[in-house]
């Protein structure tokens, strides 16, 4: 069972460049989203969608960028890397279930620095 | 908004005793309560979860939580708490219908033998 699975595990980056965290699930979940887990805050939601074709934002979106074209996929892009942006990011997928009730599954994580 | 507090950053359990965890929820509406466990380096799991009913929720590993509306907590326990119980615990409220989970800041449990 693959689940949600995230690449790159660990990254760094230098101040302004760009990259695309990878985010895919195979369990046909409409919905996907991106957190990021900063020590002492708790993990915040960046982005989400609630299916292919939409996006929207969620609590702290400054600085990515999101796209779903299909039901598997969501990266997510870091446009210009800023230290602020270092932190460890976890993508998730959720379903549609009965009575709208739903529960996350949450991929490994992805740890970025930048310097 | 929607926020939720978890008011111990730490906890120190002794192997074999009890523990709870306590959570605080703020939420407009009904609430959708979760638990997740993280383990070092790991991704978050879910221990439990509360959409309604009974308001005692069994979860996996031997945990339960208890939703008590008057109080707005959601509290997390475990009679006999286990060396592998180690981890980082999440409490969580979610809106109905699609994925935007609120956490809390979490609490670190650390278990002595």
């Known amino acids: 069972n693959a689940g949600v699975t995230q690449t790159p595990k660990f990254q760094v980056l230098k101040t302004g460049q760009s990259m695309t965290l990878q985010c895919a699930q195979d369990?046909?979940?409409?919905?996907m989203s991106w957190y990021r887990q900063d020590p002492g805050m708790g993990l915040r939601l960046i982005h989400y969608s609630v299916g292919a074709g939409i996006t929207d934002q969620g609590e702290v979106p400054n600085g990515y960028n999101v796209s779903r074209s299909t039901t598997e996929d969501f990266p997510l892009r870091l446009l210009s890397a800023a230290p602020s942006q270092t932190s460890v990011y976890f993508c998730?997928?959720?379903?549609?279930?009965?009575?709208?009730?739903?529960?996350?599954?949450f991929g490994q994580g992805t740890r970025l620095t930048v310097v | 908004a929607q926020s939720v507090t978890q008011p111990d950053i730490h906890i120190t359990v002794s192997e074999g005793a009890s523990l709870e965890l306590r959570c605080n929820y703020s939420y407009g509406a009904t609430p959708y309560l979760f638990w997740y466990v993280q383990s070092p380096g790991q991704g978050l799991q879910l221990l439990l979860k509360y959409f309604s009913g009974d308001t005692l929720v069994q979860g996996i590993k031997g945990f339960e939580a208890e939703f008590k509306r008057s109080q707005s907590s959601f509290n997390l326990r475990k009679p006999s708490v286990h060396w592998s119980d180690a981890a980082e615990y999440f409490c969580?409220?979610?809106?109905?219908?699609?994925?935007?989970?609120?956490f809390g800041t979490g609490t670190r449990l650390l278990v002595s033998p």
């Open positions: 369990m046909n979940h409409e919905y």
């Open positions: 998730a997928s959720s379903y549609r279930g009965p009575g709208l009730r739903t529960e996350a599954f």
């Open positions: 969580a409220v979610g809106a109905l219908g699609f994925q935007k989970l609120v």
